[in-house]
């Protein structure tokens, strides 16, 4: 079965750091480009960063050069390092693969990162 659990968000001050795990199922860490997607409230979930299986990355402008997507293939595990939140960085975090099969797209629960002024 595949899965993805995101943990690490949290309530932070503005100008805080976070970062933020996405444990995967081996089955597609290991053969897939995965993604960061966030979404505010009343608002439609927005890419955030990509990492590919050789560590190429990109960014949405909004964060790039504050956040730093990874992965760790020994632990399954891909990381969202987020510097000099702001609080329009609030939203739950989602991260997501691809679903070869269907053409679709495995997600995870979401975990909430909440950034006070």
């Known amino acids: 079965q595949v899965q993805l659990v995101e943990s690490g968000g949290d309530l932070v001050q503005a100008g805080g750091s976070l970062r933020l795990s996405c444990a995967a199922s081996?089955?597609?860490?290991?053969?897939?480009?995965m993604d960061w997607f966030r979404q505010a409230p009343g608002k439609q979930r927005k890419f955030v960063a990509r990492?590919?299986?050789?560590?190429?990355?990109n960014y949405a402008d909004s964060v790039n050069g504050r956040f730093t997507i990874s992965r760790d293939y020994a632990k399954n595990t891909m990381y969202l390092q987020m510097n000099s939140l702001k609080p329009e960085d609030t939203a739950v975090y989602y991260c997501?693969?691809?679903?070869?099969?269907?053409?679709?797209?495995?997600w995870g629960q979401g975990t909430q990162v909440t950034v006070s002024s």
């Open positions: 997501r693969a691809p679903n070869t099969d269907s053409g679709g797209s495995y």
């Open positions: 990492i590919t299986t050789d560590g190429s990355t």
């Open positions: 081996e089955s597609i860490f290991t053969k897939n480009y």
